[in-house]
T-cell receptor, first 113, second 113 residues
Framework: DTAVSQTPKYLVTQMGNDKSIKCEQN?????MYWYKQDSKKFLKIMFS???????INETVPNRFSPKSPDKAHLNLHINSLELGDSAVYFC????????????FGSGTQLSVL | DQQVKQNSPSLSVQEGRISILNCDYT??????FLWYKKYPAEGPTFLIS?????DKNEDGRFTVFLNKSAKHLSLHIVPSQPGDSAVYFC????????????FGTGTRLKVLA
């Protein structure tokens, strides 16, 4: 059983399109995150959610809208995709905030053409 | 402003020898540090962590050392094995309530057989 699963693994799309990435964790964790790994391989936090509530929005453009229907799911919807959105997006979860390890999904490689 | 830095993008080590990966940080508020290992096309997986109240933590072949005065941590792998070849990220978290883990840019370790 995969602890943190995200779909799709690969996403190729045209500029201007809208797309979603889904994430689910079966670990019973309270906190979920979205990270972006850009071309320089830098893993940068985008959003943190705790018990379905948004805690952190790291100056991400409002074209990115996370949605957490319940504690086990955190989806990422991206409107009007731009070339610069091409990256690998990782979902992660932790039991709670602070002094806890993060569990990551396998990533979604987004390519915007 | 990169608060967690891994200044060596790559490292090659002979099988059986020690691998030492380094990480520096700037924010003295960080109180928990983690190391992650990442294979291509997979998500980062947790390796080992250390709380700021300790200076060493050991788990099998992996040992993490923390020097708070120097704001420096290192990961030692002894003995190194070819399967250890991967990208290693160090990460730091702020005290509970901040929901934020900050990652370095990674060091690619190659263990030569």
């Amino acid at each position: 059983d995969t602890a943190v699963s995200q779909t799709p693994k690969y996403l190729v799309t045209q500029m201007g399109n809208d797309k979603s990435i889904k994430c689910e964790q079966n670990l019973g964790h309270d906190t979920m995150y979205w990270y972006k790994q850009d071309s320089k391989k830098f893993l940068k936090i985008m959003f943190s959610y705790n018990n379905k509530e948004l805690i952190i929005n790291e100056t991400v453009p409002n074209r990115f809208s996370p949605k957490s229907p319940d504690k086990a799911h955190l989806n990422l919807h991206i409107n009007s995709l731009e070339l610069g959105d091409s990256a690998v997006y990782f979902c992660a979860s932790s039991h709670r905030d602070g002094n806890e390890k993060l569990f990551f999904g396998s990533g979604t490689q987004l390519s915007v053409l | 402003d990169q608060q967690v830095k891994q200044n060596s993008p790559s490292l090659s080590v002979q099988e059986g020898r020690i691998s030492i990966l380094n990480c520096d940080y700037t924010n003295s508020m960080f109180d928990y540090f983690l190391w992650y290992k990442k294979y291509p096309a997979e998500g980062p997986t947790f390796l080992i962590s250390i709380s700021s109240i300790k200076d060493k933590n050991e788990d099998g072949r992996f040992t993490v050392f923390l020097n708070k005065s120097a704001k420096h941590l290192s990961l030692h792998i002894v003995p190194s094995q070819p399967g250890d070849s991967a990208v290693y990220f160090c990460a730091a978290s702020l005290p509970t309530g901040t929901y934020k883990y900050i990652f370095g840019t990674g060091t690619r370790l190659k263990v030569l057989a």
